[in-house]
């Protein structure tokens, strides 16, 4: 069993930045392909972006290119979300996930096996 703790969101203003960060429990953190959704209210949960086991290999919503930049630190069993140049359609609860397939990069929500709680980001215009 894998417990995820996602924190760092918050109230800021178009244009800021916040980085998310998601702990998570057991041993087998490394092994796992980590991913980004987000719901926005009265939406489907969406993908936003996920990382390989290695940290080698990244994928991007369209709608975050260039903005977000997904990382882990295997060694501190974290996944980290930069998220610069805010937009007020950013504004969700965001959730990390884990997906126990190994080497493959998946945007399907319920193709990821654990799940945080979330945390909320909200972005002023």
């Known amino acids: 069993q894998v417990q995820l703790v996602e924190s760092g969101g918050g109230l800021v203003q178009a244009g800021d930045s916040l980085r998310l960060s998601c702990v998570a429990s057991g041993r087998t953190f490394s092994s796992f392909t980590m991913g980004w959704f987000r719901q926005a209210p009265g939406r489907e949960r969406e993908f936003v972006c996920a990382?390989?086991?290695?940290?080698?290999?990244?994928r991007y919503a369209d709608s975050v290119k260039g903005r977000f930049t997904i990382s882990r630190d295997n060694a501190k069993n974290t996944m980290y979300l930069q998220m610069n140049n805010l937009k007020p359609e950013d504004t969700a609860a965001y959730y990390c996930?884990?997906?126990?397939?190994?080497?493959?990069?998946?945007?399907?929500?319920?193709?990821?096996?654990?799940w945080g709680q979330g945390t909320q980001v909200t972005v002023s215009s």
């Open positions: 996930a884990a997906d126990r397939s190994f080497g493959v990069l998946r945007t399907a929500e319920k193709l990821y096996d654990y």
């Open positions: 990382i390989a086991w290695s940290g080698g290999s990244t």
